[in-house]
């Protein structure tokens, strides 16, 4: 048996380059104005909560100040970003990975466990590079794929005005549009975090292994670990 | 100087995938998909909520303080100065294409018909928002009295104002024209519209973002299609800017 389902794999890299188009793609939109609310309304920058930087054209989608072509990349690939997270979603439900693989067990909410599982990763800690994650990957991954991916979307449908009239209660669940607005802003960089501390986890952790792994699927016994 | 070093690396990574994209974007297929992708969007939304579900309506304790002038704020021809210094008593609202009985309206024309009054909220493609109560007849009342022919397609909004040397204009398909929250405006918060606002008469296309809410309005022109319209794309900022025709996200 792979480690990684084929399904898992594909999914992982089309919404790695969905995601990448999506936030650089947000962050020439977030230029247009700089400003973000709570609540349903917001356009005075006094009223803001926080006054966003300037984020410079190299590290935005096109290149340059262009809110036209930017919403175009923003909201295609947010098809593909929602589609391939329900799909993922239903995988992991009905194949049970996710209930096998990410749901936390009993005393994985312990900071004593977590202690554990750091020291393990520490020189002569002795973890075992198998299929299994331990308890604080289970958390970071359940909190990714169950709350932050999902609240992208959601959010993300709540900013749409010709959305909104489908479920008006989204729109108040989250607390009006500009809360929404501000919110989608919030998780986007809570996934730019997660982002970056799960690429230097790889990188600390038999990269060449672990990215081949997500390719072709490596083995669930870590026999080559050995 | 490692710094510098590491930065541009870390730029050069960044600029990659952006890069990829404005090469994608500027030759083809790209826009094609965009369009596509949009034109999903507009079906899914009107798949999933009915076509003339509302736009959400509120208190008016939930008003905005203000509703910010966006795009023209002030209209320099001198039609519109000597209009607006007689209070707009001789503004006509030309009704006309694919009509049986085109129309030509003045503003006590356009008071005199029945009225919706609203309280919703403006969304700017910027990401602001604001919240205002708008007064004026349904654009269905209109399209009826000028009997609307069968060939019609779309709804062109023109428009006084000139942005970078254009006619501003816009336009919606039946389906937002028949709506029953699609009126032309002429109060704002009970008071006559603000001249940053559109005054006289602006659209309210409230499923959709500001830029299809056109303001300062001298006609509404029924067409089978736009595309000997400006450049044909259906509106100002979507053809000088590519911005989508469908605003609805």
């Keep these: ?226 | 100087m490692p710094d510098i070093k590491r930065r541009t690396l870390l730029a050069g990574m960044a600029a990659l995938p952006a890069a990829a994209c404005t090469e994608l974007a500027e030759t083809g297929p790209a826009g094609d998909i965009f369009d596509a992708a949009e034109g999903w969007h507009r079906t899914a939304h009107r798949a999933l909520a009915s076509r003339q579900a509302l736009a959400r309506e509120y208190a008016p304790d939930d008003r905005s303080p203000d509703v910010k002038g966006n795009g023209t704020v002030r209209v320099e021809s001198p039609e519109y100065r000597a209009a607006q210094a007689d209070g707009f008593a001789n503004w006509r609202l030309q009704v006309g294409g694919l009509f049986d009985n085109p129309l030509s309206l003045s503003m006590d024309d356009i008071r005199a018909l029945p009225q919706r009054t609203q309280i919703t909220r403006h969304d700017c493609v910027e990401g602001w928002s604001a919240i205002a109560e708008w007064t004026g007849p349904q654009l269905s009342a209109l399209l009826d009295a000028a009997q609307l022919r069968e060939e019609a397609n779309f709804i062109v909004f023109r428009c006084a104002d000139v942005l970078y040397g254009r006619d501003y204009y816009e336009s919606v398909d039946l389906v937002d024209a028949y709506h029953p929250q699609t009126i032309i405006a002429h109060d704002l918060n009970g008071s006559p519209l603000p001249e940053k606002n559109g005054a006289p008469l602006r659209m309210r296309i409230e499923r959709q973002l500001g830029y299809k809410h056109a303001k300062y309005l001298t006609g509404i022109e029924a067409v089978a299609s736009f595309e000997q319209i400006g450049d044909g794309k259906g509106g100002f900022w979507e053809d000088i800017g590519d911005y989508q025709w469908y605003a609805g996200i």
Excluded at chain 1, 61 to 85: C, K, M
Excluded at chain 1, 99 to 108: C, E, K, N, V
Excluded at chain 1, 119 to 128: D, F, V
């Design chain 1, 1 to 226: 048996m792979k480690r990684h389902a084929l399904i898992t794999r594909l999914w992982h890299w089309i919404n790695a380059a969905a995601l990448i188009v999506l936030f650089m793609s947000g962050l020439n939109i977030s230029n247009a104005h700089r400003h973000l609310y709570w609540g349903h309304y917001g356009f005075d920058p006094a009223d803001a909560w926080l006054h966003v930087t300037r984020f410079p054209a190299w590290i935005t989608i096109p290149q340059r100040y262009d809110l036209a072509e930017a919403r175009d990349w923003h909201n295609t690939s947010a098809w593909v970003f929602a589609a391939g997270l329900l799909v993922m979603w239903v995988f992991s439900i009905v194949s049970r990975h996710f209930w096998r693989d990410i749901a936390t067990r009993r005393g994985d909410w312990s900071p004593r466990v977590w202690v554990e599982a750091a020291k393990a990763h520490l020189p002569g800690g002795g973890a075992k590079h198998d299929a299994s994650y331990n308890a604080v990957q289970r958390i970071a991954y359940g909190i990714v794929l169950g709350v932050f991916l999902p609240m992208m979307v959601f959010t993300g449908l709540a900013i749409s005005p010709g959305f909104e009239p489908a479920a008006p209660w989204m729109v108040d669940l989250l607390g009006g549009r500009q809360s929404a607005r501000s919110l989608h802003f919030i998780f986007a960089w809570g996934l730019c975090a997660f982002f970056i501390v799960h690429i230097v986890m790889v990188l600390l952790s038999k990269p060449i292994k672990q990215i081949a792994g997500m390719i072709a699927g490596g083995t669930r016994e870590g026999s080559s670990d050995a």
